[in-house]
């Protein structure tokens, strides 16, 4: 058997020591023949060593000199089973290990222990050689969807293991995200936990925990600082029938002669930001929050998310909202200031905000971070298309026509980047509902791709993406994707989805890619998202074509249900429901170019009846909740006409 010594600092980085426990891990799974310890750099005189640490403790000079404090950076020097493993931070010493890890050849395909593809190799035979510096920046995951506790963790421990550093819980304790799974909503055959807010805060900061372990960079809140600051919750987007007195509602917009909440939702709530008071509140529910929470990183301050729901008087009406927005964020950035807290704050571009200010700028561009949140946009287009001299429409309180095409919302972020010069990224939705109208997923991971590989074109230093934390049915290619070429944005797509493939479903993973390529051609996304308002008889016979093509997945699906590897196996498994939903969803839409909305309104109802039975067999891979509401709230043209 081969001795090894993982040694640390003997500075003792919890971050760091928790590396070493992950190298020492996945190396004893990989040769089962390894004696690991781990100790300090001080103790390795008498074994085989591999070293980790910081690059100060080695030496090491980074790839480049002025580094940012999110910056990451990862070095490998191992020969034979012996070398140095370091990071510019302690989270990057994590990353570095799953990088060297990645190498030796272990891919994780998706959260959760059956996520992962160890291969049998001896330690002593294993040499890497790189030094990487991401090529973004800003690299994350933003918690949305229905969650269990268990869901939230694994994608938590995901992170670092594909290259992202980074995890936004938004409100304050993620209530809504968990309520949604433990009272079971949109599943008519389960009954509720009667989930509390309390048990929401005692799953976040369990989170937290995790988030900390292993030094990710923790983004927090966002929504809710037009209600909180006057004692109203903002836990949800639920309706809440309550009745506010005048010394609150003076606060609130006022819209068509009214001050009062317009659609009973708090979140969507817009306040009077001409008002001064209005403004020293909010700052105030910031600056707070933060001498509570000095875990969070990076805080996001927005604003409602509403839209035609800003104040009408008299006074807001003499500037834009981005203007009193603007006004808000140079205040908080004082009282900050003043308080030592140092805290990064995200300003977002969204709805109202899309629109630059007139006179107002901000003042100390290095407390923000800019968020482009582009959430009308189509995904039948990518960023690819980064010359479009699409001009978005004028801004019109209360009348907005919100920008859809890739060229009209670039235009307005082409004219907030001559604005704002500061740090940014992108805060997109590829997997929060338009996945669902790409059942192969090939497409959908190929716009990210192209998305992502044309980020820095522009002038974004990564991306979040708001997501649903369970969406790896039928594979996790799409985010595994993104993750891929956040770090590295000059990989080849087709390189990165045969090695997923093979990675996740062994040696007939690229036939089961040619059937996801086909199938995600044959749904013809464009035509679910009503880019494509009638159908005509080759779409019909697209959807007609996916029974023909089923037929050859259910054989290749069958011989590879026994596989010897757990986690190849269980991708195999999963297929089977995956298969069936693809059925009943051709079924569905077959009507649906017909017209015949009685037949469309009875497949889709078998559809969730099927899925309520099966769901606790897909719970990990598939969010039942989120792909309800894509086709029954959010989507009003796949069942339009249809009572479901």
């Not at 900390?212 to 903002?234: A, D, M, Q, S």
């Not at 140079?330 to 571009?349: E, G, P, S």
């Not at 010897?564 to 077959?590: D, F, V």
Request: with cysteine.
């Amino acid at each position: 058997m081969l001795r090894t010594t993982i040694a640390t600092p003997v500075k003792n980085n919890s971050i760091i020591n928790f590396a070493a426990e992950e190298l020492k891990k996945y190396l004893m799974k990989m040769d089962q023949g390894l004696q690991l310890e781990v100790g300090d750099i001080e103790d390795t005189a008498e074994a085989a060593a591999i070293k980790l640490g910081l690059y100060d403790d080695f030496n090491i000079q980074p790839l480049v000199k002025n580094t940012n404090v999110l910056d990451d950076e990862v070095y490998v020097d191992v020969y034979k089973g012996e070398g140095v493993i370091a990071g510019l931070n302690p989270r990057s010493v994590l990353l570095a290990v799953y990088r060297f890890l990645a190498k030796a050849g272990c891919r994780w395909i998706r959260p959760g222990s059956d996520g992962e593809i160890i291969p049998g190799v001896s330690a002593g035979s294993i040499s890497v050689r790189l030094q990487e510096k991401p090529s973004y920046r800003h690299r994350g995951i933003c918690i949305e969807g229905a969650v269990s506790l268990e869901n939230v963790k694994d994608t938590v421990e995901w992170l670092p293991k594909i290259g992202l550093n980074s995890y936004f819980i938004q409100f304050r304790e993620g209530y809504t995200f968990f309520e949604r799974w433990y009272n079971h909503t949109g599943n008519d055959t389960k009954s509720g936990d009667n989930f509390t807010i309390e048990k929401a805060r005692e799953y976040t900061k369990e989170v937290e925990a995790e988030i900390n372990k292993r030094g990710l960079i923790y983004h927090g809140v966002g929504h809710g600082w037009t209600c909180e600051p006057f004692g109203i919750p903002g836990i949800s987007w639920d309706e809440v029938e309550a009745e506010y007195p005048p010394e609150i509602t003076q606060y609130f917009a006022q819209v068509k002669g009214e001050r009062k909440m317009v659609d009973n939702i708090p979140l969507n709530l817009n306040l009077c930001y001409s008002n001064p008071e209005v403004r020293r509140l909010m700052v105030r529910c910031v600056a707070d929050y933060l001498k509570e929470n000095g875990n969070v990183d990076i805080l996001h301050f927005w604003l409602a998310d509403g839209r035609n729901n800003q104040c009408e008087c008299d006074e807001c009406r003499k500037y834009s909202p981005t203007d009193y927005y603007v006004q808000i964020l140079n205040q908080l950035d004082q009282a900050l200031t003043a308080n030592n807290i140092d805290t990064k704050i995200v300003f977002l571009l969204y709805f109202d905000l899309l629109w630059t200010p007139e006179k107002y700028h901000i003042e100390n561009p290095d407390r923000f971070i800019m968020m482009f949140a582009p959430i009308t946009r189509t995904y039948s287009a990518s960023f690819i298309d980064t010359d479009s001299d699409d001009t978005a429409p004028a801004y019109q309180r209360n009348q907005l026509k919100m920008p859809e095409t890739i060229g009209e919302n670039l235009s307005l972020l082409r004219n907030w980047k001559k604005e704002f010069s500061g740090d940014s990224f992108d805060f997109d939705y590829h997997f929060m509902w338009d996945h669902f109208y790409d059942p192969g997923n090939t497409k959908t991971a190929r716009t990210i791709y192209e998305d992502v590989v044309n980020l820095k074109k522009l002038g974004l230093e990564g991306l979040v993406s708001c997501q649903c934390q369970r969406a790896y049915l039928p594979t996790g290619l799409g985010v595994y994707t993104m993750a891929r070429t956040l770090w590295n944005d000059t990989a080849d797509f087709d390189e990165t989805a045969k090695d997923y493939f093979v990675s996740a479903f062994g040696e007939d993973g690229e036939k089961c890619l040619a059937i996801m390529t086909k199938l995600s051609e044959l749904f013809t996304p464009p035509y679910f998202r009503g880019e494509i308002s009638e159908a005509d008889q080759q779409l019909t016979r697209n959807y007609e074509l996916v029974r023909k093509v089923c037929e050859e997945y259910e054989v290749l699906i069958n011989r590879n249900l026994s596989l010897e590897n757990t986690s190849q196996r269980k991708s195999w498994q999963y297929l089977p429901y995956h298969k069936e939903i693809c059925l009943r969803m051709a079924e569905m839409m077959i009507y649906r170019t017909q017209k015949d909305m009685e037949k469309v309104n009875m497949t889709w109802k078998a559809l969730k009846e099927y899925l309520y039975v099966n769901e606790d067999n897909i719970q990990p891979v598939f969010d039942l909740y989120e792909f309800i509401q894509t086709f029954e709230v959010m989507n009003g043209f796949t069942l339009k006409g249809s009572v479901v």
